[in-house]
């Protein structure tokens, strides 16, 4: 073979790699994650997120380190400001057990409707770890937003992702869902359990 036919064949599997969504990572733990998750009292949590104007391999490195960070932590979703980046992306994968399953990149997302029907459901994060407490919230969204190539996308979501992707926008704009709790005294009450402090919550919730 020739050598300038072995090089355009490494530029074809080079122009694949680019064009597949290559964002996935290891599901397995690790023993040192790339990214610190700051918890519950962090001011970093309370920075909102930066719309990205490019979407570029820097961006789709971050998403990267921010899955292996989250997978080493169990959790299924991630947002940057929980790493300390101030920047409008967020990871999900509701799926983690399964390597075969995709994870989702959700970058500057903005909810465009919301369903009337409300619902309780428990919410854990990886910034509060031990609490899970119920939080209501629209049991359906659509949201639009650009995935790890840039392209726009649109997406109807309900359940566990409606849920998921609303805590995580949430977090994009310094909110935790801690701060939508409704019943106090058993958020005091919890949060003390865990070694964590009822001031570092905002009250009234931010909506
Ligand atoms: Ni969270």
Redo the contacts with the bound molecule.
Sequence with gaps: MGFSLARSFAQLARKAENNKASIAVSKEPLAEPPLEIHTLGNPALRQTGRHISKVNGNIRDLAKDMLRSMYSAKGI???AP?VGIEKQILVIDLDIENSSNPPLVIINPEIISSSASLEAYEEG????PGVYLDVIRPSSIKVSFRDEMGRPKKMNADGLMARCIQ??ID?LNGV??VDRVSDKENLKRVLKENGFNKKDVYSPPID
Excluded: N, Y
Excluded at 125 to 128: A, D, E, N, V
């Design positions: 979703g991630l947002a929980q994060c990886l910034s509060i805590h995580e977090h935790l869902f």
